[in-house]
T-cell receptor, first 116, second 118 residues
């Protein structure tokens, strides 16, 4: 099956710093990628839809200046948490839709962010 | 907007037995996909099974099968011959199929924690 790699898997940072998380589709091209946030023992909450070559579409309540998303190529999307605060600590997951496919998304392994 | 409801926060099953996880959804769409995803302790989301709404036949993947009732908007997952490795969170999810705003977005239920007991 298709592989999506997320990096880093774990990151600890100080409050006020910025952290970048990468989501790569390793063996397919993805015109669309999605970013989710998952709190402990809860479901996945869609944060934004990332489309290659265009601006991301953010869900209601998600601060676009706080969570910067860039989808510069067909295999890479990045999520940058800017000026991180402890409340940004969470598990972030990406998924990718293969170009030309319908109805199937592949997920990354997730990235655990801890802000001290 | 679509909603997905999983009414069983936790379930347990004896190894080798059969268990059914419930899922209902609400939508005004006629064409869509439904999914069951598994999230083990490693947190990696794994696709268990997929169902296209236009197909009347229930999807089956080895020990996993679904009971898709479109009129009732119900999509339950049956796991047969449960194995210890089936222990995980299971999420039911809905996806619209048309292109345009919101396409390919997954709406997840809150999940059911399944424990397989030796």
């Amino acid at each position: 099956g298709a592989v999506v790699s997320q990096h880093p898997s774990r990151v600890i940072c100080k409050s006020g710093t910025s952290v970048k998380i990468e989501c790569r589709s390793l063996d397919f091209q993805a015109t669309t990628m999605f970013w989710y946030r998952q709190f402990p023992k809860q479901s996945l909450m869609l944060m934004a839809t990332s489309n290659e070559g265009s601006k991301a579409t953010y869900e209601q309540g998600v601060e676009k200046d706080k969570f910067l998303i860039n989808h510069a190529s067909l295999t890479l999307s990045t999520l940058t948490v800017t000026s991180a605060h402890p409340e940004d600590s969470s598990f972030y997951i990406c998924s990718a839709k293969p170009q030309g496919s319908a109805g199937e998304l592949f997920f990354g392994e997730g990235s655990r962010l801890t802000v001290l | 907007a679509q909603t997905v409801t999983q009414s069983q926060p936790e379930m347990s099953v004896q190894e080798a037995e059969t268990v059914t996880l419930s899922c209902t959804y609400d939508t005004s769409e006629n064409n869509y996909y439904l999914f069951w995803y598994k999230q083990p302790p490693s947190r990696q989301m794994i696709l268990v099974i997929r169902q296209e709404a236009y197909k009347q036949q229930n999807a089956t993947e080895n020990r996993f099968s679904v009971n898709f009732q479109k009129a009732a908007k119900s999509f339950s997952l049956k796991i047969s011959d449960s194995q210890l490795g089936d222990t995980a969170m299971y999420f039911c999810a809905f996806m619209k199929t048309y292109s345009g705003a919101g396409s390919y977005q997954l709406t997840f239920g809150k999940g059911t924690k399944l424990s397989v007991i030796p």
